[in-house]
């Protein structure tokens, strides 16, 4: 009887222990994810930390394609929206 319990005592603990590391590991990749959009350099559409022609050639690709860019680099007019509106103004 002894050994049973000590068996399912670890199993129970094993289980734990695990359900509690993948939470953390989901919580870091959370963190991580915040941490790295919070770094966005508004204007820089392709991530490379510069603005240059290469982010206009891309943000006007996107326009004409109806392509979706992310709010965080792409609003330099900050009113919401990716449109022809942040390329000009």
């Known amino acids: 009887m002894h050994t049973k319990f000590t068996k399912l005592f670890a199993v129970i ?24 959009a919070a770094a966005a350099i508004l204007g820089d559409i392709n991530g490379d930390e510069r603005i240059n022609a290469k982010d206009l050639t891309l943000y006007k690709r996107a326009l004409l394609n109806n392509t979706a860019l ?3 680099v792409a609003d330099l007019n900050a009113d919401g929206a990716t449109d022809i509106k ?3 103004e």
């Open 70 to 72: 992310s709010l965080d």
């Open 86 to 88: 942040d390329v000009y």
């Open 13 to 36: 603990v094993t289980t734990v222990m695990l359900v509690v590391n993948i939470c953390f590991n989901y919580q870091d990749s959370i963190s991580q994810w915040t941490a790295s």
